[in-house]
Nanobody, 125 residues
Framework: QVQVVESGGGSVQAGGSLRLSCKSSGYTVCMGWFRQAPGKEREGVAAIHRDGATTYADSVKGRFTISKDNAKNTLYLQMNSLKPEDTAMYYC??????????????????????WGQGTQVTVSS
């Protein structure tokens, strides 16, 4: 059974950077990052198709970069210019559903059937 395991995260001051990693144990078509802050609903942050197409939430465009090393089955999220409102538990998610070119919209988390345990990101002002 395919699993995904996150690493990275931590605490940083506003304006700083962090990189999250997520390793998949098998083949995936789309991988993405979702986050959930206390008292808030889970939201999609970014996703990447195996063929390279990416999508970002408006709140992170220009600051976060998602990338994937298909040879290593590893997903990355480079987070720059972090803000206190980026504080949340970040989850890696993956699906092997046959999306042809683009991943599902970030508003849809149901297509993702593999989820990591989460990694905390805390940004202080």
């Amino acid at each position: 059974q395919v699993q995904v395991v996150e690493s990275g995260g931590g605490s940083v001051q506003a304006g700083g950077s962090l990189r999250l990693s997520c390793k998949s144990s098998g083949y995936t078509v789309c991988m993405g990052w979702f986050r959930q802050a206390p008292g808030k609903e889970r939201e999609g942050v970014a996703a990447i198709h195996r063929d390279g197409a990416t999508t970002y939430a408006d709140s992170v465009k220009g600051r976060f970069t998602i990338s994937k090393d298909n040879a290593k089955n590893t997903l990355y999220l480079q987070m720059n210019s972090l803000k206190p409102e980026d504080t949340a538990m970040y989850y890696c998610a993956a699906t092997s559903l046959p999306y042809v070119r683009d991943c599902p919209p970030l508003s849809q988390s149901n297509p993702y059937n593999l989820w990591g345990q989460g990694t905390q990101v805390t940004v202080s002002s």
